[in-house]
């Protein structure tokens, strides 16, 4: 029986849900200006980063994925320990350079490395990694673990609302045209991660109330009649977060709603006050 690590990015968020600690988390980092770095969640969480932008909104952070020589390391002491294979799950290789990036050092270590594209981030990429993890303690190889983590990739979508495009324009996920005119105009887009894995904008709304209304009205009328695993990921939202739950349990009171926060290296993207609320097909 083949020894399987399981890797995630830190983009999933894991850090804020109960997961088997030996998933080893390969970690963003968050840079302020040019010189003042942070490792995602070790050096800088997510209560503390949305402290810090609603203070200083002026002061943009950027990402960065992990660095080569961090994946090497982990890599070659997995090889130490007697793991055969590795495989690692990253976020959407539409939103980062990551998945390329393991599938360039893979060929560089002994350790069979496999980079699977999730496609998403946030909660979904986390119950990816967390599945993976089990069917791997079940003695389950890499091969036949893909199956089931394709399958929770074709069957997942999450909607988002964000109370700024401050952030979506300043890292390039938005037009400065076009975050101009929504700003002036106070429009609030809800966007969707697609098929594909690109952010894409559904709908232009007025208001941030308006927006949520929009996206948990998508969120109804798309699972209504479907046996769904229900999560809200967001940054700094708590608010917005209560009354998601109250009026996704209306809708559905047999429904569980998890709940996790957009870690840092996302939610420099979102701004503060951003919110997704998604949904996995179980069956």
Not at 103 to 126: G, H, M, P, Q
Request: glycine letters at 6%; one cysteine or more.
């Amino acid at each position: 029986m083949n020894k399987v690590a399981i890797l995630v990015c830190s983009n999933a968020g894991l850090d804020y849900l109960d997961y088997p600690k030996d998933i080893i988390i390969l970690r963003s980092v968050i840079q302020f200006g040019a010189n003042e770095t942070y490792d995602d969640f070790v050096e800088m969480d997510a209560e503390t980063f949305y402290k810090r932008i609603l203070n200083n909104p002026n002061d943009i952070p950027r990402t960065a994925y992990v660095s080569p020589g961090k994946m090497i390391a982990y890599f070659e002491q997995l090889e130490k320990e007697g793991y055969e294979e590795a495989l690692v799950i990253t976020i959407s290789s539409k939103l980062s350079g990551l998945y390329e990036a393991v599938n360039r050092i893979a060929s560089e270590v002994k350790i069979k490395v496999t980079a699977f594209d999730s496609l998403t981030l946030a909660y979904a990429e986390a119950y990816m990694a967390l599945e993976a993890h089990r069917l791997a303690s079940e003695g389950k190889s890499v091969a036949e673990i893909i199956p089931y983590l394709e399958k929770i990739r074709d069957n997942d979508r999450i909607y988002f609302a964000v109370s700024t495009l401050l952030y979506l324009v300043k890292n390039g996920r938005l037009s400065k045209l076009m975050g101009t005119l929504g700003t002036m105009m106070q429009m609030k887009p809800m966007l969707v991660i697609g098929d594909d894995g690109k952010v894409e904008t559904l709908e232009k709304i007025r208001t941030v109330h308006k927006a949520h209304q929009r996206v948990l009205e998508q969120y109804i009328e798309d699972t209504k009649d479907k046996h769904v695993l229900t999560y809200i990921s967001h940054a700094y939202a708590d608010e917005y977060v209560d009354w998601f739950k109250t009026e996704i349990k209306k809708a559905f009171p047999e429904r569980d709603v998890v709940v996790a926060y957009l870690t840092p290296v996302v939610g420099a993207h979102t701004g503060p006050g951003g919110i997704g609320i998604g949904y996995i097909v179980l069956d």
